[in-house]
Structure formats: C-alpha cells, structure tokens
C-alpha cells in the first residue's frame, strides 16, 4: 500500500453512512470512507455472521471488539481478539471471516 497525496483530515466516525452487506449468515454493517485508492472502513459483523465469499482483497485489520475467526483458503485458522490485527497481500491468501459473537473491526484496505 503507497499513500499519496491524502492531506491532513479528521474522520468523525458517528457521521459517516452505515451500509447493511448479508454474509451467508448474519449481516455486516460498514461505515466506509474512500481517499484515492484508499479505504478505511469501521466494519461490525453480527453474531453468527460468516462471510458469503473468499476475499483476495489486502487488508490491514484490527479486531476493537469481540472476537473474529479467519479461515484461510488452505485451512488455516486465526482468531483475533481486541487490540490484535492481521495483514495480507492484495491476491496472496483467500480468506473468509466469521464470529459466534460478534466483532467491530477497523479495516484499511
């Protein structure tokens, strides 16, 4: 990821669009800012959610609450929990989320 021309700004989170995207089950909520090529995204994923596709997508993620399960295209499992992040490439690793209990994530991607 190469930041470019993106001045100074202060993002006031309770102000931004919450979007309603289905998983497979349960429902994520996104708030979603755009800067160039950049995306910054506060994500809460309900209990029991479990994401409706593979992503290839890169992402810097970091779990604020709750507990989120990552599941690896060739079987491997994380689970993050607050105050721990993961990173991954732009079509390295396919990976899908899910959570029992629910989560809020920030994502940059």
Same mark, same amino acid.
Do not use: C, I
């Given at each position: 990821m190469k930041i470019d021309d993106l001045p100074f700004? !202060? $993002?006031?989170?309770? $102000?931004? /669009?919450? $979007? /309603?995207? %289905? @998983?497979?089950t349960g429902l994520a909520y996104w708030q979603t800012r755009t800067f160039g090529s950049l995306r !910054?995204? %506060?994500? /809460? &994923?309900?209990?029991?959610y479990l994401a409706d596709h593979w992503c290839s997508k890169g992402h810097i993620l970091l779990c604020l609450e709750g507990e989120l399960h990552t599941e690896?295209?060739? @079987?491997? %499992? +994380?689970?993050?929990?607050? @105050?721990?992040? &993961?990173? =991954? *490439?732009?079509? *390295?690793?396919?990976?899908?989320?899910? $959570? %029992?209990?629910? *989560?809020?994530? +920030?994502? =940059?991607?």
């Open positions: 700004g !202060v $993002t006031d989170w309770s $102000t931004v /669009e919450r $979007t /309603e995207h %289905k @998983g497979d !910054v995204r %506060k994500v /809460e &994923y309900t209990p029991g690896l295209k060739d @079987g491997r %499992k +994380f689970v993050l929990r607050p @105050g721990m992040s &993961y990173q =991954v *490439a732009d079509n *390295a690793e396919p990976h899908r989320s899910s $959570t %029992k209990t629910g *989560a809020k994530l +920030f994502v =940059v991607d």
